[in-house]
């Protein structure tokens, strides 16, 4: 075995090491059924190859939706909406609920803020005002919704779940496709290496299963 295909076959290994660490908190095959919600559809989800499929036509739209669905202001619901997008767009499931992890209790509502002034500033260059939202008003809808008059602030609340939305979008559009280009450019690099391997595997095999030349007669 050459330098070179040890090499090959070392970033083969590597890759996969690296793999198996990032999926082991993630939904897969072999432990779907363990997921709420998710377990109902785990035997149905096992048969479709392409829920698990890491090739570029499979990631990429689950880069792409993933990073839009997570930002959205509807924490509790990416992760069922991960699989409906995920059949309905063939793409690959533990990284369209991977990503959903962005969003959790510790990062949600600093997020949020950030998307709202984004979609905010948005609207502001398209001659579209909206009112500043601040702590003021953070603390006033999380009141009304504990003491039950959030319906009372409903105007702000649907005004402020539509200006989120659109800072979701534009950023989760955005980070999708760099990340989706990313890994078209990763998975081409990978591509490249294993059938350089497979090459140099076969021509090596070639020269093995080679008989020994008979020497010539003196």
């Not at 202001?73 to 959903?100: D, E, K, M, S």
């Not at 398209?126 to 039950?148: R, W």
């Not at 649907?158 to 989760?172: E, H, K």
């Amino acid at each position: 075995m050459t330098n070179e295909t040890k090499r090959l076959f070392e970033e083969k290994r590597r890759r996969i090491r690296r793999l198996k660490r990032w999926m082991r908190p993630l939904p897969r095959r072999s432990n779907m059924h363990r997921y709420p919600v998710l377990s109902w559809f785990a035997q149905a989800a096992r048969k479709r190859i392409y829920l698990w499929s890491f090739r570029p036509e499979h990631a990429v739209p689950a880069l792409q939706v993933g990073c839009i669905l997570t930002l959205l202001p509807i924490y509790g619901l990416p992760l069922p909406l991960a699989l409906v997008f995920a059949l309905l767009l063939r793409a690959n499931l533990p990284i369209l609920a991977g990503l959903q992890l962005i969003t959790n209790p510790f990062t949600v509502l600093p997020i949020w803020f950030a998307l709202y002034q984004i979609g905010r500033m948005t609207l502001g260059l398209l001659a579209i005002e909206s009112s500043p939202f601040g702590k003021n008003e953070i603390d006033l809808l999380i009141n009304n919704f504990f003491s039950g008059n959030w319906g009372n602030n409903l105007d702000t609340l649907l005004s402020v779940f539509g200006i989120t939305s659109l800072g979701a979008v534009i950023i989760g559009t955005f980070i999708g496709v760099i990340t989706g280009n990313l890994h078209r450019y990763i998975a081409k690099r990978t591509t490249a290496s294993y059938t350089r391997l497979h090459q140099k595997i076969e021509a090596h095999r070639h020269l093995k299963d080679q008989p020994n030349q008979p020497q010539e007669d003196a």
